[in-house]
């Protein structure tokens, strides 16, 4: 009963942030490395940041880079994304998901735990 469970999504307007929260229960995430995956409507789902199991490397996507950060907090069990300066592009569900070994971007079929996702919205 592995399960991984995002929150912190909603709506916000252009050049606001937000800040998800990755959890999981029946496994730690301190075993795994983390990724943020987002797709929008009739578009594939793009990597957006990853951070390794020992926290001590990040990777982001080129459309994120500098506006996102990646955390983890392994006492809490639970990985960050805050998100500022959101622009429209930035819409979409965020998944949060654990790879037992490295930290790709894609392609993210090989992740082994899903969230369900949660909703974004970048509008005025």
């Known amino acids: 009963q592995l399960r991984i469970v995002e929150s912190g999504g909603g709506l916000v307007q252009p050049g606001g942030s937000l800040r998800l929260s990755c959890a999981a229960s029946g496994f730690t995430l301190d075993y795994y490395a983390i990724g943020w995956f987002r797709q929008a409507p009739g578009k594939e789902r793009e990597g957006v940041s990853c951070?390794?199991?020992?926290?001590?490397?990040?990777v982001y996507a080129d459309s994120v880079k500098g506006r996102f950060t990646i955390s983890r907090d392994n006492a809490k069990n639970t990985v960050y994304l805050q998100m500022n300066s959101l622009k429209p592009k930035d819409t979409g569900v965020y998944y949060c998901?654990?790879?037992?070994?490295?930290?790709?971007?894609?392609?993210?079929?090989?992740?082994?735990?899903w969230g369900q996702g949660t909703q974004v919205t970048v509008s005025s």
């Open positions: 998901a654990a790879h037992s070994a490295w930290c790709p971007l894609n392609p993210s079929r090989q992740y082994d735990y």
């Open positions: 951070i390794s199991i020992s926290g001590g490397s990040t």
